[in-house]
C-alpha cells in the first residue's frame, strides 16, 4: 500500500471535509482495486497519515485539541451535516427502503432545518410558550369599551 501523495493528501482531506466517508474517497485514487479489506486498509491508513493529517488541520483551522471547545462543536456539527447531504446526495430517493429511507428522511428533515436557521431550536408553539413565561410576551384580554 503506497502513501498519499501531498496532492492526494488533499484531495482526499477536501472529501474527508466534505462528507465522503472514507472507504468511498479512497476508491477515486484506487479505481482498480475491488477487494473491499484492501480498501478499508487503505483508507484507513490514508486517513491517519501525516499529509493528510495536516491537511485536515487547515481545513479546520488548527489542531482538534488546541481549538476552543466551542469551535470543535461547530466543526463536529459541520462535518456531520455535510455527511448526512453527502448520504443524501449518493443515494436515490426512489430506490431506498427501510431503515436506508428513514435515516435519509431523518437527514433531510435536519438539513432543511438547517438552511431554514431552526436547527437545534425548539418549534414555534414551544418557543411561543418559552417567551410567555419568560415575560417576553404579554398575554391579557383587552377589555373593548362599549360605545353608549
Known amino acids: 500500500m503506497r502513501p498519499p501523495s501531498l496532492h492526494e493528501a488533499k484531495q482526499f482531506a477536501l472529501m ?5 466517508p472514507p472507504l468511498v474517497a479512497v476508491r477515486y485514487f484506487f479505481p482498480e482495486l475491488e477487494d473491499e479489506d484492501t480498501l478499508l486498509r487503505l483508507a484507513r491508513s490514508w486517513g491517519l497519515h501525516t499529509y493528510v493529517q495536516e491537511e485536515v488541520r487547515k481545513y ?6 488546541d481549538l476552543p471547545p466551542q469551535e470543535r462543536l461547530k466543526i ?7 455527511e448526512m447531504a453527502y448520504f443524501l446526495y449518493a443515494n436515490n430517493a426512489a430506490e431506498m ?6 435515516k435519509s428522511q431523518t437527514f433531510r428533515q435536519a438539513l432543511e432545518a438547517k438552511l431554514a ?24 384580554a383587552q377589555v373593548a369599551s362599549r360605545p353608549n
Open 117 to 140: 436557521g431552526n436547527a437545534g431550536k425548539e418549534d414555534a408553539m414551544s418557543r411561543f410558550m418559552d417567551d410567555v413565561l419568560m415575560g417576553r410576551i404579554k398575554v391579557g
Open 60 to 65: 479546520q483551522g488548527g489542531s482538534w485539541q
Open 76 to 82: 463536529a456539527l459541520d462535518k456531520h451535516y455535510q
Open 16 to 20: 474527508l471535509q466534505s462528507g465522503v
Open 97 to 102: 427502503e427501510g431503515m436506508r429511507l428513514t
